[in-house]
């Protein structure tokens, strides 16, 4: 596996790791505290079951997806380091069958701070063409190459949350538990390395940070990611999505964070993004400087839905953001 | 025990036991009558129109930057009108789902005829989904009897519409519903707290008559284009710049201030109001 990390890792330029560094440790500067202040905390999980094989597991960071087959469990996302025992619990507790699929929608420690612990409580799908490797070797990670450089790159690097199993091309497919899984990369999106996973035959479409119905998205800039390509993300979310009648079920999303939702939440909070991204270009185009944009509270009827004036992520930051991209 | 606590005590037993048990049934098929709600019918409310409506200065704003192009969007034209909308717009059937083993109603299935969404209210007592637990358009209830009355309170609503001229209703609003039925005639009052888009509660009362030769039709929509939309085109008016907001007003001479809703655009002493504008 190590070996095939250094492969990888050549395959981007010393400036470019540089500045891929800087830039992860800036976000681990802002996601660590969640980590750390989350560590004494005992948290709450909740397993539902969303549809074919797939369930939620909401809680202890941002949202878990599993999809259960005969074959073992496929975990998307492994929330906060802190919570990982909860999940392993929660997974052993309700599954008779063991882990052996990790999959990160993207590199946010809140997404992927228990990929050592949950990929030592599985192992490895054995098979006659395992290459060598042990069926006691941790379940195989699997992630879009974005997600893997930042933490070998990083100074302390702990090899086994580091995913192995990555792909640079727009997508990378395969089976499990007899249904086909797709992870389609969503460059500049929330991140540079944002993931759709795919489950095609349980129709259940996991989005990661590129969609949190509870609050405005995240757009990690200084890792590459961009309000256009948030919007574009979730515009080819909605060419997968198929809705049954009256427009809802059909093809189920799980956000990064918040509820089970279906295609209609992804085309408002699509049609949101792109409203309030309208009209700071159009006021940019009036000359309106980025005080009088705030003034003008062009995102006032979402504030109340997706806004905060606390946290990490503010309103006013979300704002700032827009203005920024749309200025250059 | 003596008389008087005896009396006290059936009167007590007879209170409890309207609680669970109903003198009525509101199945049927139903018939809308216009009466209140003549103006959500058809092409709906005038843009502009929010008149007597607690919205919140975010609603407001939403309405006056919306445009019913909204509705040649693909991924919208198939939607039906949320739980607390239907009753204002269409007939409706309600049957019961009858227990076959101990013939109780486990709940009532309503079915508007618009779209033909169909609701479950449950009456089994069983408790409200997970938060993390998806949305639907006739969200989810359950319903307990007081006396003749059957009280609904739903939750877990996809966003909809207090009016379908871009006055939105959240998802995270609750609907308490009462339904009386008198003789051939049920009355249907709903009550909507919305946290995001409304500062009072929005209560409406919808009639309806029994109507025994009502037949449901099916209806199955697809959407499709037919204007040649990019299919990331988000259809709406940029601030200050939708010219059909005063419409309403100088149609119907009305100030244009008593257009725009609020909690105190409700009550009756608001007609003072209007009047001063008027001069």
Redesign the interface.
């Known amino acids: 596996m190590l070996n095939f990390m250094k492969q990888n890792t050549k395959l981007i330029s010393k400036k470019d790791t540089t500045k891929t560094l800087g830039n992860f440790l800036l976000l681990m500067t802002l996601l660590v505290s969640l980590n750390v202040s989350a560590q004494n905390d005992d948290f709450e999980l909740e397993l539902l079951h969303v549809q074919g094989n797939v369930y939620l597991v909401a809680g202890g960071g941002g949202n878990t997806a599993l999809l259960v087959g005969e074959q073992g469990v496929l975990v998307v996302d492994t929330k906060l380091k802190a919570a990982s025992d909860e999940l392993i619990a929660l997974i052993e507790e309700n599954f008779d069958v063991p882990i052996h699929w990790i999959v990160n929608t993207h590199g946010h420690l809140d997404h992927i701070g228990g990929n050592a612990e949950v990929a030592a409580a599985g192992n490895i799908l054995g098979s006659s063409n395992s290459g060598g490797r042990a069926v006691t070797d941790p379940a195989e990670i699997y992630a879009h190459i974005e997600v893997m450089i930042p933490l070998v790159t990083a100074d302390e690097v702990d090899l086994d949350a580091v995913p192995g199993n990555t792909y640079t091309a727009g997508s990378m497919e395969f089976y499990a538990n007899g249904e086909s899984v797709q992870l389609i990369h969503q460059p500049a999106a929330h991140t540079r390395g944002d993931s759709l996973v795919f489950f095609r035959q349980s129709n259940v479409l996991v989005a990661g940070d590129i969609f949190t119905i509870q609050r405005y998205p995240f757009i990690d800039v200084a890792n590459g990611g961009s309000v256009r390509g948030l919007i574009d993300a979730l515009n080819n979310m909605l060419t997968i999505i198929i809705p049954n009648t009256n427009q809802q079920g059909g093809t189920y999303v799980i956000p990064g964070h918040g509820r089970i939702t279906d295609e209609y939440e992804v085309v408002n909070y699509r049609d949101m993004l792109t409203i309030i991204y309208e009209r700071i270009e159009d006021a940019i185009a009036r000359g309106l400087s980025l005080e009088e944009v705030k003034t003008a509270r062009l995102s006032r009827e979402y504030d109340p839905l997706y806004g905060s004036d606390t946290g990490f992520w503010t309103s006013e930051q979300f704002i700032e953001t827009i203005y920024a991209e749309l200025s250059q | 025990m003596d008389l008087k606590k005896l009396l006290f005590c059936l009167l007590i037993y007879s209170v409890m036991s309207c609680e669970v048990i109903a003198q009525v049934d509101i199945a049927g098929p139903w018939g809308t009558r216009r009466h209140e709600d003549d103006v959500e019918r058809g092409g709906g409310p005038e843009v502009g129109d929010y008149t007597g409506l607690p919205i919140?200065?975010?609603?407001r704003?939403?309405a006056d930057?919306w445009t019913a192009t909204k509705w040649s969007?693909l991924?919208?034209q198939?939607?039906?009108h949320p739980a607390d909308y239907g009753p204002s717009f269409s007939s409706m059937l309600i049957y019961r789902d009858i227990n076959e083993s101990t013939w109780q109603t486990n709940a009532y299935k309503l079915v508007m005829g618009w779209?033909t969404?169909i609701r479950t209210i449950w009456l089994d007592g069983r408790p409200h989904p997970?938060?993390?637990?998806?949305?639907?358009?006739q969200g989810f209830s359950t319903g307990v009897w007081h006396g003749d009355m059957l009280v609904v309170t739903t939750t877990h609503i996809?966003?909809g519409w207090t009016r379908r001229n871009g006055l939105?209703r959240?998802?995270?609003a609750t609907l308490t519903e009462y339904f009386m039925r008198n003789g051939n005639i049920l009355t249907w009052v709903s009550i909507i707290d919305d946290?995001?888009?409304l500062t009072e509660p929005l209560i409406r009362s919808r009639d309806f008559e029994i109507e025994l030769g009502y037949q449901m039709i099916p209806y199955?929509?697809s959407y499709r284009d037919e204007v040649g939309l990019a299919?990331?085109f988000?259809p709406?008016i940029?601030?200050g710049q939708n010219e059909y907001l005063t419409e309403f007003s100088e149609r119907y001479n009305i100030p244009f201030e008593a257009t725009r809703g609020g909690a105190e655009s409700t009550y009756p002493e608001y007609m003072n109001v209007i009047k001063e504008l008027s001069e």
């Open positions: 919140t200065d975010a609603a704003f939403q930057t969007v991924e919208h198939c939607e039906p779209m969404p997970s938060e993390y637990a998806p949305h639907t358009w996809k966003e939105q959240s998802d995270q946290p995001i888009y199955d929509c299919p990331d988000v709406h940029l601030p």
